[in-house]
RNA sequence: GCCCCUGUAGCUCAAUAGGAAGAGCAGCUCCCUUCUAAGGAGAAGGUUGGAGGUUCGAAUCCUCCCAGGGGCACCA
């Protein structure tokens, strides 16, 4: 029984008992919650206040075939300050731990994703220099997601868009070419320290060589291989896909044929050889040139071409966007063009989050690639945990802007939940380690039966059963609200839970200790650990 | 000027389609001869920036105001 069930089964009694009228306007606002206090109930629903208004005289008639059809699967349904709060019976406990003993971390996956393909792209930084702190919201938010989306069934594909064309790229090779002193220096070139170190190393490589392409090439590659990559292993990112812009423009027909598509439509105007399309007769604000005067294709352009491309050359069904506030109207416009082409909106599903600003003896820096202003990623590891760096993105809503210290940030990274987390685990880990070295061996696997029935009677794992079992329907609301930062607080419940359970009940005993706790703990410790590493954090063994 | 985001406990931040305001840290009271006290148990801390409005119900939606951030390029 999970939240989507109860929410099915209640639905049903109220299309069964009501007039059509009165069950869509109460479905309208029908809604059903994980109740955070225990104390409560498990589930509980707003239907009472709805009964109250659409149908008042069918309530009781409604309340008496909910207590009828769902008394298998709950305790106890009360009312409260009007709620209904449902409290699982041990049954339906019971089975979730006999289920979770006998599949471990399978327990946790299902199947809403029907195997779709979904594509998670994220940080996809422009390849001219190191990753800066801004970058790992996006890495954080996207990692996590993308996790969450393959328990839930979905075919993901994490990728990094790289930008490696266009008039950043053009910059980044200026800036290097200009500190080898073959160019004058410019207001606009990039003026971070890393273009000395790159310039160093390229020397000898393109001294021969006048392509600018060329040198573009090697310049970006450089970036990805030595700045951006060796950062994301670090931070514990991983993309199973790095995207090339430029390989966009491999095929000249595609071009041709999606700007036939737009001009087919009456929107695109040309203007001094620049192709622009014309958003404003679709309800824009703005129109957007996809073609500049001097033949170079635009940033939107490659977007729509990108885009194109996932939904249609490798059919992805959803694409998953995360992206910086800063292209707020962009995406705007981009989701029109892209209508215009058969992607519908709710295709593309974005989630922006707001920028990370310095802040030192309270002043406020913005941070700029341009002026070397910023804190790389590499800076933030060397002095903080990248496990600490992860909870602590995670722990935010992507919506607010962030003003990071980063004192305040060592001083909390040793206060941090992390710590908490961890020590879970190596609590568990630990009695694990003791009794082997008393002798005892650690089973693989228990009779998953016998165990839940002995464990359902004993009061102080009841909750933890409850946290655990309540994995399922968050995930599913994370996906559906895109927050993965809903699991921060899941997790520090879970390892509340545990540490609650660590001092209720002594494993550890003098003369003998029972081979149904090693299980159980073993179990624990397993499942705590892939909780963690669906925020991509490796478990540690002792603290 | 137009558009978007934010303002919640002393501090850092949560709060799933509007639904019973929560954590961590700091401070307070208890608990280490017993598996790691980086822990546990408990109390305290709030007119959710301000003023109106909609609603049975608003941190959440609407209007206005105050404060901060972002965007409005033939940049990405």
């Given at each position: ?23 869509k ?25 709805l ?67 979904i594509?998670?792209e ?22 996590t ?78 970036v ?66 996809l ?76 941070m ?24 602590m ?7 607010t ?17 992390f ?56 995930s ?16 520090l ?34 499942v ?16």
């Amino acid at each position: 029984m999970q939240l989507i069930d109860l929410e099915r089964k209640i639905k049903i009694i109220l299309r069964k008992n009501l007039k059509k009228t009165s069950w869509k306007n109460i479905e309208n606002k029908l809604q059903f919650f994980i109740v955070k206090n225990l104390d409560r109930g498990d589930y509980s629903t707003n239907l009472l206040f709805l009964l109250d208004k659409f149908a008042p005289n069918e309530k009781e008639i409604i309340l008496e075939k909910i207590n009828k059809k769902l008394k298998n699967h709950f305790k106890k349904i009360e009312i409260v300050n009007n709620y209904l709060n449902f409290h699982l019976s041990d049954y339906v406990l019971f089975k979730v731990l006999r289920n979770i003993f006998k599949k471990g971390e399978k327990h946790f996956y299902s199947y809403i994703g029907r195997k779709r393909k979904i594509i998670v792209e994220y940080v996809s930084a422009n390849p001219t220099g190191p990753l800066h702190i801004g970058n790992i919201r996006g890495a954080v938010l996207g990692d996590t997601l993308a996790n969450f989306l393959k328990i839930l069934g979905f075919r993901v594909t994490k990728e990094y868009y790289v930008n490696d064309r266009g008039t950043q790229v053009e910059i980044l090779v200026k800036s290097i070419l200009a500190n080898l002193g073959k160019i004058p220096e410019e207001e606009n070139f990039y003026k971070g320290d890393y273009i000395k170190e790159i310039a160093r190393d390229l020397k000898e490589k393109i001294e021969n060589i006048n392509d600018l392409k060329k040198i573009e090439e090697m310049a970006c590659n450089y970036v990805l291989e030595n700045y951006i990559k060796p950062s994301l292993k670090k931070l514990g990112t991983s993309f199973d896909n790095y995207f090339s812009e430029k390989s966009l423009y491999q095929d000249k027909n595609k071009l041709e044929k999606i700007i036939e598509l737009y001009k087919k439509m009456f929107l695109i105007e040309e203007k001094d050889g620049a192709l622009i399309l014309k958003l404003t007769k679709i309800g824009e604000i703005k129109d957007e040139f996809l073609i500049r005067a001097n033949g170079e294709p635009t940033y939107f352009f490659s977007d729509i071409l990108y885009h194109y491309n996932k939904f249609f050359e490798r059919k992805f069904k959803i694409g998953v966007n995360i992206l910086g506030a800063d292209h707020h109207d962009h995406i705007r416009r981009l989701k029109k063009a892209l209508e215009v082409l058969k992607i519908k909106e709710s295709q593309i599903k974005i989630i922006t989050y707001q920028h990370v600003h310095l802040k030192k003896e309270e002043k406020i820096l913005k941070m700029s690639k341009r002026k070397g202003v910023f804190v790389t990623i590499d800076d933030l590891l060397s002095v903080i945990n990248p496990g600490v760096v992860r909870i602590m993105f995670l722990s935010m809503t992507p919506e607010t802007t962030l003003n990071f210290d980063m004192e305040i940030a060592q001083k909390v990274s040793e206060e941090n939940p992390f710590w908490y987390l961890q020590y879970a685990y190596a609590r568990l880990n630990n009695i694990l380690k003791r009794a082997e070295e008393r002798g005892y061996k650690i089973p693989e696997k228990f009779d998953p039966q016998k165990l839940a029935k002995f464990y359902i009677k004993e009061e102080e794992i009841k909750n933890l059963i409850r946290i655990l079992h309540q994995f399922k329907d968050l995930s599913i609301i994370i996906y559906r609200e895109l927050k993965p930062n809903l699991y921060y607080d899941y997790l520090l419940n879970v390892a509340k839970e545990i540490h609650h359970f660590y001092e209720k009940r002594r494993i550890i005993q003098e003369e003998k200790i029972d081979r149904r706790d090693l299980f159980l703990v073993k179990t624990l410790r397993d499942v705590l650990g892939f909780f963690l590493k669906i925020v991509n954090i490796e478990p540690m063994e002792k603290i």
